[in-house]
């Protein structure tokens, strides 16, 4: 995880929030670090945590996953993450008919309506086990990234459905977050993915917005993060807050500083 | 001799893959192909490093045909496997789409590119050149609509295609005439679903074509994407106006000044 950016959010592995639905967009650039950011945070908050990823292998997480301080593997091993390798999947489903459901059985069917294999596979990962001790915090759900479901043929509302569902059972019934990446098309016209987008930033507690700067390529400055707390946790708060920062992404850390206040800058 | 990067191997006109890799190829007609249409690679390996900068192939020459028949290769002309028994499972792909996906897992699978059958032979990669995805020959439709009823077999079929590179060692290249394609949305999601994306502009056509400026130049490279693979960062260049010619025995890339 960041420090910088646990700072920002003003959030630490021991406090944070429970019950919340956290957005990660990203705007011609690349967002993923956000990924990798809160799924070393939530490992190391000792969260039961499952990571549906679907863009990326296993081994590519967990590369940077250890330059971030974590084993994705041994949390595997002991049982902490389950990690769903969306794109192995994939070739299994297509290539081999299976015989129980299989949460991506969608890629199989002309006309898949609905995410609910994938919803089932999600609430039996996360779902508490009855042997008394609790072993984790509380369950997280991670998705890199949804844009990806509606490439695979899925309408932006079976993806909101999908999400729903997932909210009222990881956040409400579970007390345990969701956090959830979407990209921002900008001006390609992608119509499901700007419908998906609105309609999950209207649901977030927290977006997390990383954006390519508007005058292009810069060697010191990767991009700037936008941050919107929706709801605050002060209920005396109405409006919401937002927050922007730049940012420059190094090889185990990411560093944030005030719009024009890059150390190359000064 | 240079070793052969990953694009010499292909000089056939249909789609076809090339596993063998120990000698340099002496043509390679699929540049000329490439110029005119938007180039999209996929899981590319790295810059092969050399004493002098650059590539050099003669194009004009054709592979010797023993060459051919000793190399080990395999392609793939779909007018060819449209009616054959190969076996395909459902899926709900247009039919070009999925058998030319079971003809690339059938070859990992044998030849043992997944670690599956222990390979006795020194260990090679894959490669695998697609040539016109997209295009009405596979049987799609998104150049010729804007909104056809196949609008997602493409992407499906890229991110299997993903993920048999991803579970495999193997890399593809793959062309898309991309200014055919209508529809904003796909080529954004083509992109996302792609590692490294390349575009070549051409000026033909275009009013660059009569422009002095531009009159050494027969186009505009455009890095678009390049892949942070098991990294937080990725190696980007701070050069992006890249223009290049193309000659008979020639193909440079250039930094344009110009623009």
């Known amino acids: 995880m960041f ?85 192995k999947s994939a070739v299994d489903v297509v290539f081999q008919a299976q015989k129980e459901p299989h949460p991506l059985q969608f890629l199989r069917e002309a006309n898949a309506g609905n995410l609910k294999p994938l919803f089932e596979f999600v609430r039996e990962a996360l779902k508490p086990i009855d042997s008394g001790e609790a072993r984790w915090t509380y369950p997280v759900l991670l998705v890199d990234d949804l844009s990806v479901l509606l490439s695979l043929g899925m309408g932006a509302v079976a993806v909101l459905d999908f999400i729903h569902y997932c909210r009222a059972t990881v956040c409400w019934e579970l007390k345990g977050n969701v956090v959830v990446l979407v990209h921002d098309s900008g001006d390609a016209e992608d119509e499901e993915n700007d419908i998906l987008l609105n309609g999950l930033s209207h649901q977030s507690h927290l977006i997390l917005r990383a954006e390519g700067l508007a005058t292009g390529f810069c060697r010191d400055v990767h991009g700037q993060l936008r941050i919107l707390w929706r709801r605050p946790s002060q209920p005396t708060v109405h409006r919401d807050q937002s927050f922007t920062y730049q940012y420059k992404i190094q090889d185990k850390s990411v560093s944030f500083f005030a719009k024009g206040m890059s150390p190359a800058v000064l | 001799e240079l070793p052969a990067p990953l694009l010499d191997d292909k000089c056939k006109k249909e789609f076809d893959e090339d596993v063998y890799n120990h000698k340099t190829p002496e043509s390679n007609i699929k540049m000329k192909i490439a110029w005119r249409y938007q180039l999209l690679p996929k899981m590319e390996i790295g810059p092969v490093s050399s004493s002098r900068f650059g590539h050099y192939y003669d194009a004009s020459k054709r592979m010797p045909q023993e060459l051919i028949e000793a190399s080990n290769w395999h392609g793939f002309f779909l007018p060819e496997k449209i009616s054959s028994t190969l076996k395909v499972e459902p899926c709900s792909l247009t039919p070009g789409y999925t058998k030319l996906l079971q003809f690339i897992q059938n070859i990992i699978y044998e030849e043992g590119f997944d670690g599956s059958n222990p390979q006795k032979k020194q260990r090679n990669i894959l490669r695998i050149g697609i040539q016109n995805l997209g295009s009405p020959l596979w049987g799609d439709d998104i150049c010729c609509a804007e909104n056809g009823g196949n609008s997602h077999s ?92 193309l000659k008979r025995k020639l193909f440079t890339i250039e930094v344009d000044f110009i623009s």
């Open chain 1, 3 to 87: 420090v910088e950016l646990n700072n920002l959010l003003n959030t630490t592995p021991d406090r944070a929030e429970q019950g919340k639905l956290t957005l990660l967009c990203d705007a011609k650039t690349d967002g993923s670090f956000l990924v990798h950011h809160f799924l070393s945070f939530y490992l190391k908050a000792n969260c039961k945590v499952c990571f549906v990823a679907l863009i990326q292998s296993f081994s590519h997480y967990s590369i940077v996953g250890q330059k971030l301080g974590v084993s994705l593997t041994m949390a595997r091993e002991r049982g902490q993450l389950v990690f769903l390798e969306g794109l």
């Open chain 2, 154 to 245: 493409l992407t499906k079929f890229l991110y299997v295609l993903r993920g048999l590179l991803r579970t495999s060692l193997s890399a593809c290249i793959i062309t898309m005439p991309t200014h055919l394609i209508q529809n904003k949305a796909i080529i954004a999601r083509v992109t996302t679903l792609s590692d490294i994306v390349v575009g070549l502009e051409s000026f033909i056509g275009s009013e660059r074509e009569t422009n002095p400026l531009y009159k050494d130049y027969h186009g505009l490279i455009h890095i678009r994407q390049i892949p942070r693979l098991n990294n937080l960062i990725c190696d980007e260049s701070d050069v992006k106006d890249l223009a290049f010619k």
